[in-house]
């Protein structure tokens, strides 16, 4: 009988040693790299049409009848990407876990490009009337299918490639992309901003989505280069990823979802206080985009490094040192922009987006899909994170209406509440930091 034992091991044991063999190697800093300039081109097309949509899109692609309901539509229509978001996140999300991490990156890297130079290119209201509202709206849905799946993707594939006790800091390369966007969208759009209005209006404000051209052709070369992530797939006979995510981790997928509420901080900076600073308050508009520029350069650093933190205490603790911190600033940025305090502006805004918000976006992306098995890990990631991001999307519209319900006050409280809400679940949350990776998502 050890005879029989013995001789069925060695088959068994080869077979390992020939899929180890066949399975790619682990290429972190090509990963990281990928999945930086992935996040790129996603948030650097994100800054630029919520800079848009807070100032120019009001006159340039809706009525002029009623200016209030002007803006509540150019915000909203940046809000409506967010109702794509899940679908991308669960359709793309299907095909990363059944066949390919890396197809999956492809497909929303090119819709993402493409919607955003073809924004560019749309004629206004004046030109085409309500249809250049639809094509908008078209437009803008195909960047939220887009953006749905980019953030799961890549920090799945990111994660699955990076060393054990070195998660954190290499997947930190998503939302340290995501700043590089952020701060070259403020850097291309300042400019602009400057020029006479009639330039403006008439074709200024086309060039910073035109450009998306070249952030898009520099990450396809990167990507295209990228091996696939070795790690388990779905398999054929499991079904949908989606159901079997809900049916065996449907706890983790509503924990996340919660927890996303947390961004409700970055769009209400970068859209709302941007509008509310500029239409009600009368501060300069070139001021408030260079501010919320100098401060996501600042993160670009902070977010490795948050990240880098969460490798050796734990995720945890990150995130909620960053919640606290996040809803005390937050109250005094408002209340800064309410008095026209310029410095005190300036100083809260470097510290909440530059310093403190880096605890969540340094953390979020490996938190999540800590969270789930590897089958089923990019569509539970997708599938929480992007109906969360609704909310999230629609926040800048929610804030108009709370500030003129009752004031900044209003705004305040509803931001540090959807806060205190994510901060309350990661309390309810496994740390998953000193996890092995085929562990993960094990009960």
Avoid at 253 to 266: E, N, S, Y
Avoid at 307 to 329: E, H, M, N, Q, Y
Wanted: charged fraction near 15%.
């Amino acid at each position: 009988m050890e005879t029989v034992r013995t001789a069925t091991a060695a088959p068994e044991t080869a077979s390992l040693k020939l899929r180890e063999a066949e399975s790619p190697a682990k290429s972190p800093k090509k990963a990281a790299l990928a999945s930086l300039l992935g996040s790129t081109l996603e948030y650097y097309d994100f800054v630029i049409y919520g800079t848009a949509s807070a100032l120019l899109f009001n006159h340039l692609f809706f009525p002029q009848g009623d200016p209030v309901v002007a803006t509540i539509g150019s915000l909203a229509s940046f809000g409506v990407a967010y109702i794509a978001r899940p679908i991308g996140g669960l359709v793309m999300g299907h095909v990363g876990d059944k066949i390919s991490r890396k197809t999956a990156l492809m497909v929303t890297l090119m819709i993402m490009g493409i919607a955003s130079i073809s924004i560019g290119l749309l004629p206004t209201y004046g030109q085409i009337g309500i249809w250049a509202t639809v094509l908008l709206m078209i437009a803008r849905i195909a960047q939220g299918f887009s953006a749905g799946a980019e953030a799961a993707g890549a920090s799945t594939l990111t994660m699955e490639h990076s060393p054990e006790g070195k998660r954190g800091f290499f997947t930190s390369s998503v939302m340290a992309g995501c700043s590089v966007g952020n701060v070259l969208a403020g850097l291309v759009f300042i400019p602009f901003l400057m020029l006479p209005e009639e330039h403006l209006m008439s074709w200024g404000w086309r060039v910073p989505f035109l450009l998306s051209t070249l952030v898009l052709v520099v990450a396809y070369f990167v990507r295209t280069r990228l091996e696939e992530a070795p790690t388990e797939k779905a398999e054929e006979d499991a079904g949908a990823p989606a159901l079997a995510v809900l049916r065996t981790q449907g706890i983790d997928v509503a924990r996340v979802f919660l927890i996303t509420f947390f961004a409700v901080v970055q769009t209400t900076f970068n859209v709302y206080a941007l509008a509310y600073a500029t239409n009600e308050i009368g501060i300069d508009r070139s001021f408030m985009v260079m501010v919320n520029t100098i401060a996501l350069g600042l993160s670009i650093g902070t977010i490795p490094l948050a990240a880098w933190v969460s490798d050796r205490i734990g995720r945890k603790p990150v995130l909620l040192f960053g919640a606290i911190t996040c809803a005390i600033t937050t109250y005094f940025y408002f209340q800064a922009i309410s008095e026209a305090d310029l410095v005190m502006i300036f100083a809260l805004c470097l510290v909440n987006q530059g310093l403190f918000y880096s605890c969540w976006n340094g953390v979020w992306t490996i938190f999540f899909p800590e969270m789930f098995a590897a089958p089923v890990r990019y569509t539970g990631m997708a599938m929480g994170n992007q109906l969360g991001l609704i909310i999230v999307g629609f926040a800048p519209t929610i804030a108009t209406a709370l500030y003129a319900w009752n004031g900044w006050e209003a705004v305040a409280g509803f931001i540090i509440g959807a806060i205190a809400l994510s901060a309350a679940v990661i309390l309810t949350t496994k740390e998953t930091a000193f996890t092995k990776l085929e562990d993960l998502g094990k009960k």
